[in-house]
């Protein structure tokens, strides 16, 4: 399976201010994902990062509030723009492994307060 | 859209007793996926289902694939205090918008040594 490395693992802003997390694979990948769990929640999919095009976001996700970029096929970036509290989740990179299945990163605990 | 129902919600067992739970859903999925999550960490994947009945075990860790598509259980035998943590049911299908998975909400397992 692909091992994939988040950044940052955590971290504590101020609300309006805007956090860019990373994602980083060991191997080249079609389809990386960019997943939120909520405080006690389960996991919602944002959107789909696409190399050499934009992303595609689910319901309820924006691109001027989670802009994404997918430069090649090893990495992907989530920003999450003009943070408020209820922002505060765990962000979550994951990519898609031909027989193996979804594999996901370690995550990013986002405080804003 | 979709939806899971994973039941229970928690579970709080005896070391060395056996665990069950499910998922269940109102439509037809192609995959099913078993995920385990500790505090802190991303959602691992224990035990992937590409064909309806198909059963397929992991070590102590043993999944089902509903006939009707529509459900899926894992069992855990004789189970351990590093059982402890969030276990995920999550469902695939490959018509809908990239193939993304739907999440359940997860069952909270607990094991008193």
């Known amino acids: 399976s692909a091992v994939i490395s988040q950044k940052p693992s955590r971290d504590i802003c101020q609300r309006g201010t805007s956090l860019t997390i990373q994602c980083q694979v060991d191997s080249q990948v079609t389809m990386m994902f960019w997943y939120r769990q909520q405080p006690g929640q389960s996991l919602t999919l944002i959107a789909t990062?696409?190399?050499?095009?934009?992303?595609?976001?689910e319901s309820g996700f924006v691109i001027d509030k989670f802009p994404i970029s997918r430069p090649n096929l090893t990495f992907s970036t989530l920003t999450v723009s003009n943070m408020s509290p209820e922002d505060s989740s765990i962000y979550l990179c994951s990519v898609a492994v031909y027989n193996y299945g979804y594999t996901f990163g370690s995550g990013t605990r986002l405080t804003v307060v | 859209g979709q939806q899971l129902n994973q039941s229970p919600q928690s579970m709080f067992i005896q070391e060395g007793e056996d665990v069950s739970m499910n998922c269940t859903s109102s439509?037809?999925?192609?995959?099913w996926l078993w995920y385990k999550q500790d505090p802190g960490e991303g959602p691992v994947l224990l035990i992937a289902?590409?064909?309806?009945?198909e059963l397929t075990s992991n070590g102590r860790l043993t999944a089902q694939f509903g006939i009707t598509r529509k459900d899926s259980f894992l069992n855990i035998s004789a189970s351990i205090p590093s059982d402890v943590g969030i276990y995920f049911c999550?469902?695939?299908?490959?018509?809908?918008?990239?193939?993304?998975?739907?999440f359940g909400k997860g069952t909270k397992l607990s094991v008193k040594p």
């Open positions: 990062a696409n190399q050499g095009s934009e992303a595609t976001y």
């Open positions: 999550a469902g695939q299908n490959y018509g809908g918008s990239q193939g993304n998975l739907i």
């Open positions: 439509s037809i999925f192609n995959t």
């Open positions: 289902l590409y064909k309806a009945g």
